[in-house]
């Protein structure tokens, strides 16, 4: 059987306003490039028409496929079932809204083709590249959260939250079955498995633009992701992100 180079995967909670957009720009994307990858949309539990949608597009797009998720779990939940669901041998997950526009992966690819076990997206490498921009309350959580990762979790990362990564097969399999953060708090979590398990992991700058429609609440899911980072460092004094994984065989199903 012939693997995929690329897994795309794209979390989807009532995405049904965007969701078809989203999948054209990223199925023309592969097209143009010529890559050989998958786009797997994994849907949250949504309570519109999410899947239905998927299912259409993927009628005449052998390339795209839904996985769904047993109810709504969260956005870790998510990218982390499509991740250890994929194919290829190199994984990215990107957000619907697409605020990072899909042809940016070329950064993220060349970085992992340089040598990085994970490449992140980053927001703040280079503002100017930032097209749209988050409202200024937006953007002063953003950094302080950013900064108490940084002090808490020993993360040296610019941008921890930026929803536009990319691992290797080995890497993706370790981090995202170590992952025990299920909702928005997730991403500081794998970073800090990552780097826990000697990953090399680049930061590269993208183009950005901020959509109105982001459902992140800077007061409720900060005060959680405060919540998450102490569970990621009580996990850590447990010894739970040193435990061997297994190779997950590429065409059985991970729950």
């Known amino acids: 059987m012939s693997y995929p180079a690329y897994s795309i995967v794209i979390p989807a ?128 959580f953003g950094r302080c959260f950013n900064a108490v990762t940084r002090a808490v979790m020993g993360l040296r990362f610019a941008d921890t939250q930026c929803g536009f990564k990319a691992f290797t097969r080995s890497a993706a399999q370790t981090v995202f079955q170590l992952q025990t953060i299920e909702r928005w708090g997730f991403d500081p979590e794998i970073l800090f498995i990552a780097l826990k398990r000697g990953y090399r992991v680049d930061e590269v700058p993208v183009s950005w633009a901020h959509d109105e429609r982001t459902r992140i609440s800077y007061l409720k899911d900060g005060l959680r992701m405060l919540e998450d980072i102490a569970i990621v460092r009580w996990n850590a004094l447990l010894g739970r992100y040193n435990k061997q994984v297994e190779s997950i065989p590429r065409a059985g199903l991970v729950e």
């Open 13 to 140: 909670y009532n995405e049904a306003a965007r969701i078809g957009s989203a999948l054209e720009s990223v199925v023309a994307c592969i097209h143009e490039r010529g890559w050989n990858a998958e786009v797997i949309v994994v849907d949250d539990g949504s309570r519109d028409q999410t899947a239905d949608l998927v299912r259409a597009f993927a009628k005449d797009h052998p390339e795209v496929r839904l996985l769904q998720n047993p109810g709504n779990h969260g956005k870790g939940y998510s990218v982390r079932n499509g991740i250890l669901h994929s194919l290829g041998e190199v994984v990215m997950f990107t957000d619907a809204d697409l605020s990072a526009p899909i042809e940016e992966a070329d950064g993220l690819l060349a970085a992992i083709a340089a040598g990085a076990d994970i490449a992140i997206g980053s927001r703040w490498l280079e503002r100017a590249r930032q097209t749209i921009r988050q409202p200024l309350y937006r953007q002063f």
